[in-house]
Protein backbone atom coordinates (compact mmCIF):
# COMPACT_ATOMS: atom_id res chain seq x y z
CA UNK A 1 0.00 0.00 0.00
CA UNK A 2 3.00 2.50 0.85
CA UNK A 3 2.10 6.09 2.31
CA UNK A 4 2.28 9.20 0.33
CA UNK A 5 1.96 12.92 1.88
CA UNK A 6 -0.85 14.74 -0.45
CA UNK A 7 1.25 17.75 -0.43
CA UNK A 8 5.04 15.27 -2.12
CA UNK A 9 1.96 14.31 -4.68
CA UNK A 10 0.84 17.30 -5.80
CA UNK A 11 4.65 18.58 -6.33
CA UNK A 12 5.01 15.06 -8.55
CA UNK A 13 1.77 16.28 -10.44
CA UNK A 14 2.56 19.81 -11.09
CA UNK A 15 5.59 18.31 -12.80
CA UNK A 16 3.64 16.33 -15.13
CA UNK A 17 1.29 20.03 -15.41
CA UNK A 18 4.13 21.79 -16.86
CA UNK A 19 5.32 19.11 -19.44
CA UNK A 20 1.56 19.15 -20.67
CA UNK A 21 0.62 23.11 -21.02
CA UNK A 22 2.82 26.24 -20.72
CA UNK A 23 0.13 28.36 -19.94
CA UNK A 24 0.36 26.52 -16.22
CA UNK A 25 2.46 28.82 -13.29
CA UNK A 26 3.46 28.31 -10.21
CA UNK A 27 3.88 30.86 -7.82
CA UNK A 28 4.95 30.35 -3.64
CA UNK A 29 5.49 32.67 -0.54
CA UNK A 30 8.78 31.55 0.03
CA UNK A 31 7.84 28.04 1.11
CA UNK A 32 8.44 26.24 -2.30
CA UNK A 33 10.26 23.18 -0.02
CA UNK A 34 7.68 22.54 2.12
CA UNK A 35 5.02 23.02 -0.14
CA UNK A 36 7.12 21.01 -3.25
CA UNK A 37 6.27 23.46 -5.75
CA UNK A 38 10.48 23.35 -5.91
CA UNK A 39 9.84 20.04 -7.89
CA UNK A 40 8.25 22.74 -10.46
CA UNK A 41 10.68 24.93 -10.23
CA UNK A 42 13.17 23.14 -10.79
CA UNK A 43 12.04 21.81 -13.96
CA UNK A 44 10.19 25.13 -15.55
CA UNK A 45 12.00 27.95 -13.83
CA UNK A 46 11.10 30.40 -16.09
CA UNK A 47 7.32 29.67 -15.23
CA UNK A 48 7.98 29.64 -11.62
CA UNK A 49 7.33 32.80 -9.18
CA UNK A 50 8.81 33.31 -5.47
CA UNK A 51 6.49 36.32 -4.20
CA UNK A 52 8.42 36.21 -1.14
CA UNK A 53 6.92 36.24 2.62
CA UNK A 54 3.62 37.75 0.51
CA UNK A 55 0.78 35.92 0.52
CA UNK A 56 -1.20 38.90 -0.79
CA UNK A 57 0.53 39.32 -3.46
CA UNK A 58 0.97 35.87 -4.01
CA UNK A 59 -2.80 36.00 -4.76
CA UNK A 60 -2.90 39.06 -6.76
CA UNK A 61 -0.11 37.90 -8.70
CA UNK A 62 -1.80 34.59 -9.59
CA UNK A 63 -5.44 36.41 -10.25
CA UNK A 64 -3.51 38.68 -12.82
CA UNK A 65 -1.87 35.85 -14.49
CA UNK A 66 -5.41 34.04 -14.81
CA UNK A 67 -6.42 37.39 -16.32
CA UNK A 68 -3.87 36.90 -18.98
CA UNK A 69 -4.97 33.33 -19.97
CA UNK A 70 -2.53 31.66 -17.71
CA UNK A 71 -3.28 28.47 -15.09
CA UNK A 72 -1.80 29.49 -11.85
CA UNK A 73 -1.37 27.50 -8.79
CA UNK A 74 -0.63 29.46 -5.88
CA UNK A 75 1.08 27.61 -2.86
CA UNK A 76 1.97 28.49 0.64
CA UNK A 77 1.06 27.05 3.69
CA UNK A 78 -2.94 26.43 4.78
CA UNK A 79 -2.91 29.56 7.54
CA UNK A 80 -1.26 31.65 4.78
CA UNK A 81 -3.80 31.36 2.42
CA UNK A 82 -6.99 30.72 3.58
CA UNK A 83 -6.30 33.50 6.68
CA UNK A 84 -3.61 35.80 5.98
CA UNK A 85 -4.46 36.02 2.31
CA UNK A 86 -8.68 35.80 2.46
CA UNK A 87 -9.37 39.31 1.09
CA UNK A 88 -7.16 38.69 -1.88
CA UNK A 89 -8.86 35.37 -2.40
CA UNK A 90 -12.55 37.07 -2.07
CA UNK A 91 -11.77 39.73 -3.90
CA UNK A 92 -9.29 38.84 -6.71
CA UNK A 93 -9.80 35.83 -7.40
CA UNK A 94 -13.75 34.69 -6.11
CA UNK A 95 -15.34 37.45 -6.85
CA UNK A 96 -13.96 38.09 -10.47
CA UNK A 97 -14.45 34.19 -11.19
CA UNK A 98 -10.69 33.41 -12.35
CA UNK A 99 -8.80 30.77 -12.90
CA UNK A 100 -7.02 30.53 -9.60
CA UNK A 101 -5.69 27.63 -8.22
CA UNK A 102 -5.08 27.43 -4.73
CA UNK A 103 -3.34 24.98 -3.51
CA UNK A 104 -2.65 25.00 0.39
CA UNK A 105 -0.18 22.49 2.23
CA UNK A 106 0.40 22.15 5.96
CA UNK A 107 -3.21 21.58 6.65
CA UNK A 108 -4.98 20.96 10.21
CA UNK A 109 -3.44 19.79 13.24
CA UNK A 110 -1.04 17.45 11.39
CA UNK A 111 1.14 20.36 10.99
CA UNK A 112 2.45 19.12 14.39
CA UNK A 113 4.90 20.82 16.45
CA UNK A 114 4.08 24.03 14.67
CA UNK A 115 1.33 24.33 17.18
CA UNK A 116 -1.38 26.44 17.21
CA UNK A 117 -0.96 29.85 15.08
CA UNK A 118 0.02 27.27 12.23
CA UNK A 119 -3.05 24.89 12.61
CA UNK A 120 -5.41 25.73 10.17
CA UNK A 121 -8.60 24.01 11.38
CA UNK A 122 -10.72 26.90 9.37
CA UNK A 123 -9.93 26.91 6.13
CA UNK A 124 -12.69 24.54 4.37
CA UNK A 125 -15.50 26.34 6.20
CA UNK A 126 -13.78 30.21 4.95
CA UNK A 127 -13.22 28.92 1.74
CA UNK A 128 -16.48 27.06 0.98
CA UNK A 129 -18.68 30.44 2.32
CA UNK A 130 -17.20 32.22 -0.84
CA UNK A 131 -19.46 32.08 -3.92
CA UNK A 132 -17.83 30.56 -6.79
CA UNK A 133 -14.82 28.54 -5.28
CA UNK A 134 -14.70 24.91 -5.74
CA UNK A 135 -13.16 23.24 -2.53
CA UNK A 136 -11.42 20.01 -2.95
CA UNK A 137 -9.75 17.44 -0.05
CA UNK A 138 -8.00 14.47 -1.21
CA UNK A 139 -7.21 11.54 0.98
CA UNK A 140 -4.08 10.31 -0.21
CA UNK A 141 -1.11 10.69 -2.58
CA UNK A 142 -2.83 9.11 -5.65
CA UNK A 143 -5.97 11.16 -5.20
CA UNK A 144 -3.93 14.11 -5.04
CA UNK A 145 -1.94 13.38 -7.81
CA UNK A 146 -5.30 13.06 -9.72
CA UNK A 147 -7.17 16.03 -7.89
CA UNK A 148 -4.21 18.33 -9.20
CA UNK A 149 -4.80 17.47 -12.99
CA UNK A 150 -8.58 17.47 -12.94
CA UNK A 151 -8.04 20.88 -11.12
CA UNK A 152 -5.70 22.05 -13.71
CA UNK A 153 -8.40 21.39 -15.85
CA UNK A 154 -11.54 22.93 -14.09
CA UNK A 155 -12.31 26.68 -15.22
CA UNK A 156 -13.05 28.81 -11.76
CA UNK A 157 -11.10 29.72 -8.69
CA UNK A 158 -10.45 26.19 -6.64
CA UNK A 159 -9.01 25.83 -3.35
CA UNK A 160 -6.97 22.59 -2.95
CA UNK A 161 -6.03 21.21 0.73
CA UNK A 162 -3.06 19.24 1.23
CA UNK A 163 -1.44 17.48 4.22
CA UNK A 164 2.01 17.36 5.69
CA UNK A 165 2.09 14.15 6.94
CA UNK A 166 2.33 10.76 4.82
CA UNK A 167 -0.91 8.93 4.55
CA UNK A 168 -1.65 5.38 3.73
CA UNK A 169 -2.31 5.22 -0.34
CA UNK A 170 -5.92 3.93 -0.51
CA UNK A 171 -6.76 3.88 -4.08
CA UNK A 172 -3.80 2.86 -6.92
CA UNK A 173 -1.67 4.82 -9.63
CA UNK A 174 -4.50 4.00 -11.73
CA UNK A 175 -7.26 5.90 -10.15
CA UNK A 176 -9.46 8.31 -11.78
CA UNK A 177 -10.69 11.15 -10.10
CA UNK A 178 -14.18 12.64 -10.39
CA UNK A 179 -14.25 16.21 -9.60
CA UNK A 180 -17.83 16.81 -7.99
CA UNK A 181 -18.60 13.24 -7.15
CA UNK A 182 -17.94 11.51 -4.06
CA UNK A 183 -16.73 7.86 -4.26
CA UNK A 184 -18.29 5.01 -2.15
CA UNK A 185 -15.51 3.12 -0.81
CA UNK A 186 -17.07 1.04 1.11
CA UNK A 187 -21.00 -0.52 1.04
CA UNK A 188 -23.28 -0.40 4.17
CA UNK A 189 -26.31 -0.27 5.42
CA UNK A 190 -26.44 0.23 9.24
CA UNK A 191 -24.28 4.00 9.17
CA UNK A 192 -22.70 6.14 6.77
CA UNK A 193 -19.66 7.36 7.23
CA UNK A 194 -18.28 10.35 5.27
CA UNK A 195 -14.79 11.50 5.48
CA UNK A 196 -12.58 13.89 4.05
CA UNK A 197 -8.54 14.12 3.58
CA UNK A 198 -6.71 12.54 6.50
CA UNK A 199 -9.65 10.87 7.76
CA UNK A 200 -10.73 8.82 4.72
CA UNK A 201 -8.15 5.58 5.85
CA UNK A 202 -9.35 6.25 9.51
CA UNK A 203 -12.71 6.25 8.50
CA UNK A 204 -11.98 2.67 6.77
CA UNK A 205 -10.32 1.22 9.84
CA UNK A 206 -13.49 2.08 11.96
CA UNK A 207 -15.48 0.42 9.32
CA UNK A 208 -13.98 -2.78 9.20
CA UNK A 209 -13.55 -2.74 13.76
CA UNK A 210 -17.39 -1.95 13.01
CA UNK A 211 -18.10 -5.24 11.12
CA UNK A 212 -16.83 -7.33 13.29
CA UNK A 213 -19.02 -6.36 16.07
CA UNK A 214 -22.07 -6.66 13.71
CA UNK A 215 -22.40 -2.96 12.37
CA UNK A 216 -22.24 -2.44 8.57
CA UNK A 217 -20.62 0.86 7.82
CA UNK A 218 -20.90 2.28 4.62
CA UNK A 219 -17.49 4.36 4.08
CA UNK A 220 -17.90 8.00 1.01
CA UNK A 221 -14.90 9.48 0.22
CA UNK A 222 -16.26 13.50 0.04
CA UNK A 223 -12.84 14.89 -1.57
CA UNK A 224 -15.17 17.76 -2.83
CA UNK A 225 -16.47 19.58 -0.47
CA UNK A 226 -17.82 22.06 -2.40
CA UNK A 227 -20.17 21.71 -4.77
CA UNK A 228 -21.29 18.97 -2.44
CA UNK A 229 -22.78 15.56 -3.86
CA UNK A 230 -26.19 15.86 -2.83
CA UNK A 231 -27.47 12.77 -3.86
CA UNK A 232 -25.14 10.70 -2.70
CA UNK A 233 -25.36 12.50 0.53
CA UNK A 234 -28.97 11.43 0.76
CA UNK A 235 -28.56 8.41 -0.88
CA UNK A 236 -26.66 7.09 2.36
CA UNK A 237 -28.37 8.82 4.87
CA UNK A 238 -31.58 7.55 3.67
CA UNK A 239 -30.31 4.35 3.03
CA UNK A 240 -28.55 3.82 6.89
CA UNK A 241 -30.60 6.16 8.67
CA UNK A 242 -27.37 7.29 10.89
CA UNK A 243 -24.72 9.85 9.60
CA UNK A 244 -21.21 10.13 10.91
CA UNK A 245 -18.82 13.04 9.79
CA UNK A 246 -14.80 12.85 9.98
CA UNK A 247 -12.65 15.46 9.19
CA UNK A 248 -9.01 16.83 10.25
CA UNK A 249 -10.72 20.61 10.86
CA UNK A 250 -13.27 22.18 12.94
CA UNK A 251 -16.33 20.87 13.10
CA UNK A 252 -17.78 24.01 12.58
CA UNK A 253 -18.49 25.43 8.90
CA UNK A 254 -16.64 22.50 7.17
CA UNK A 255 -17.59 18.67 6.27
CA UNK A 256 -19.63 17.84 9.05
CA UNK A 257 -21.95 21.50 8.69
CA UNK A 258 -21.80 21.01 4.64
CA UNK A 259 -23.55 17.89 5.26
CA UNK A 260 -25.71 18.80 8.47
CA UNK A 261 -26.81 21.57 6.10
CA UNK A 262 -28.29 19.60 3.34
CA UNK A 263 -29.54 17.04 6.37
CA UNK A 264 -31.86 19.58 7.80
CA UNK A 265 -33.47 20.82 4.61
CA UNK A 266 -34.18 17.10 2.83
CA UNK A 267 -33.79 14.07 5.14
CA UNK A 268 -32.93 15.07 9.03
CA UNK A 269 -31.07 12.20 10.07
CA UNK A 270 -29.24 11.41 13.38
CA UNK A 271 -25.88 12.48 12.93
CA UNK A 272 -22.47 12.57 14.61
CA UNK A 273 -19.27 14.87 14.13
CA UNK A 274 -15.67 14.21 14.06
CA UNK A 275 -13.18 16.60 13.97
CA UNK A 276 -11.90 19.71 16.08
CA UNK A 277 -14.52 20.97 18.56
CA UNK A 278 -14.52 24.96 18.48
CA UNK A 279 -11.20 25.19 20.07
CA UNK A 280 -7.64 25.74 18.55
CA UNK A 281 -4.76 23.09 18.45
CA UNK A 282 -1.46 23.24 20.51
CA UNK A 283 2.42 22.27 19.68
CA UNK A 284 2.69 18.37 20.14
CA UNK A 285 3.47 15.22 17.48
CA UNK A 286 0.76 14.59 15.03
CA UNK A 287 -0.42 10.90 16.52
CA UNK A 288 -0.42 12.59 20.14
CA UNK A 289 -2.60 15.69 18.95
CA UNK A 290 -4.93 13.66 16.49
CA UNK A 291 -5.35 10.76 19.88
CA UNK A 292 -6.52 14.12 22.04
CA UNK A 293 -8.56 16.10 19.95
CA UNK A 294 -10.29 12.66 18.96
CA UNK A 295 -9.49 12.71 15.69
CA UNK A 296 -9.13 8.76 15.60
CA UNK A 297 -10.62 5.20 14.41
CA UNK A 298 -11.75 4.60 17.84
CA UNK A 299 -13.79 7.67 17.88
CA UNK A 300 -15.58 6.89 14.72
CA UNK A 301 -16.36 3.34 15.95
CA UNK A 302 -17.90 4.68 19.49
CA UNK A 303 -19.99 7.12 17.27
CA UNK A 304 -21.42 4.86 15.71
CA UNK A 305 -21.68 2.30 18.70
CA UNK A 306 -23.52 5.52 19.91
CA UNK A 307 -26.05 5.99 16.81
CA UNK A 308 -27.05 2.22 17.06
CA UNK A 309 -28.11 2.28 20.67
CA UNK A 310 -32.21 2.63 20.59
Same mark, same amino acid.
Given at each position: ???????????????????????????????????????????????????????????? /??? +?????????????????????????? *??????????????? %???????????? %????????????????? %?????????????? /????? *??????????? *???????????????????????? +?????????????????????????? +?????????? /????????????????? +???? %???????????????????GEEAPTPMARIGVRDTFGESGKPAELLEKYGLTTEAIVQAAKKLMQP
Amino acid at each position: MGKTATRDAYGKALAQLGAENEDVVVLDADLSGSTKTAVFAQEFPRRFFNLGIAEADLIG /TAA +GLAAAGKIPFASTFAVFAAGRAYDQI *RASAAYPKLNVKIAA %THAGLTVGEDGA %THQMNEDIALMRALPNM %TVVVPADGPEAVAA /TLAVA *RHQGPVYLRLG *RPAVPNIHGEDYVFELFNAPVLRE +GEDVAIFACGYMVHLALEAAAQLEKV +GISAAVVNVH /TIKPLDKDTVLRFARRC +GRVI %TAEEHSIIGGLGGAIAEVLGEEAPTPMARIGVRDTFGESGKPAELLEKYGLTTEAIVQAAKKLMQP
